[in-house]
């Protein structure tokens, strides 16, 4: 996988796609640019601030650290104009507990630190580090800033946006659509859960049995997690992470009364982001365990089906 055409092909869409996705939609009024103009400061700021703390550190998980918490303040910022209607404040409650509960899993890694700029780096940038690709400090350094740092905090902000939306029709009453939205929202919520507490009970095992020296045997010695959630999709939690998101979006159909409005840019984003991270990954994942292929072969990547051909 060449990781900069990748990367390249991820920032041209994330142009391409906010454009044709503006013509969809009632274009924003005053008060909507007011509050997109606010979190527009909070997220070059947060950019600014990742890509000099990377690079300063070359630590590059600051994005990271920063991804389940910002989404939090840009919905609050937006509700805040929006004088917290009632769509407006459940969306926000849905994000806080989503960005509680996705901020608690990832501390379990080490990932913060008091020293905030320090923490457990994704091992996955590593990889990327020593790769030919990046071999020359100045293309690592162009990668922070445009994709690691960049792209990655517009996402963010693109699939918050619904808020936005929620905000240009305000005073549109609470209906059965914003309930599904909801409902699907803590399902996808109690769903990442479950997979994430099966995935860190067992790398936790095995890790503990690797430094007490101790054999592995049956599923520790095959090296990765296929019982359970796990049984039925090789990345459950990243399927209920953008399953989350694509509920999000329906509060914005609720509102607006358009299927197709422009913040489903963020989720349909998302999407895209998430087939490049989970390629790179499973490279990873099959360079390391013999029996991994076969694992792909006979269960789905996102959607929960297994014995899939």
């Not at 020293?115 to 100045?138: H, M, N, S, T, V």
């Not at 909801?182 to 109690?190: A, D, G, P, R, Y």
């Not at 009364?257 to 349909?268: E, H, P, Y």
């Not at 991270?277 to 789905?300: C, D, H, M, R, T």
Request: net charge positive.
């Amino acid at each position: 996988m060449n990781i900069i055409k990748v990367a390249s092909l991820l920032i041209v869409t994330l142009f391409i796609v906010p454009i044709i996705s503006y013509f969809f939609g009632t274009p924003l009024g005053a008060i909507e640019w007011l509050a997109l103009k606010t979190v527009l400061y909070v997220n070059l700021g947060a950019i600014i601030y990742c890509f000099v703390i990377g690079e300063i550190t070359d630590n590059k998980s600051q994005v990271d650290k920063l991804w389940s918490l910002i989404p939090i303040v840009y919905v609050w910022i937006i509700s805040a104009y929006g004088n917290y209607s009632p769509r407006l404040i459940l969306m926000t409650i849905l994000v806080a507990i989503w960005g509680i509960r996705l901020t608690y899993n990832f501390s379990r890694t080490g990932a913060f630190s008091i020293k905030f700029w320090e923490g457990e780096e994704d091992y996955r940038w590593q990889i990327l580090r020593e790769k030919p690709e990046f071999k020359a400090r100045w293309k690592w350094t162009l990668f922070n800033l445009f994709f690691i740092s960049g792209y990655q905090h517009i996402l963010i902000l693109l699939f918050s946006l619904p808020t936005l939306v929620v905000l240009q029709f305000n005073n549109t009453p609470l209906g059965v659509l914003d309930y599904v939205a909801t409902v699907l929202m803590l399902f996808f919520i109690i769903f990442e859960t479950i997979a994430d507490e099966q995935h860190y009970a067992f790398q936790t095992k095995k890790h503990t049995l690797i430094k007490a020296g101790k054999k592995l045997t049956g599923d520790y010695k095959k090296g990765f997690l296929d019982k359970g959630l796990w049984a039925l999709s090789r990345h459950p939690n990243y399927w209920a992470e953008q399953s989350i998101w694509v509920s999000f979006y329906l509060f914005s159909v609720a509102a607006s009364g358009q299927w197709i409005n422009w913040s489903i840019a963020g989720c349909l984003l998302l999407l895209v982001l998430f087939q490049g991270s989970s390629e790179f990954s499973e490279e990873i994942s099959a360079g390391k365990y013999p029996e991994y292929l076969n694992y792909q072969k006979k269960v789905s990547r996102f959607f929960p089906w297994k014995n899939i051909k």
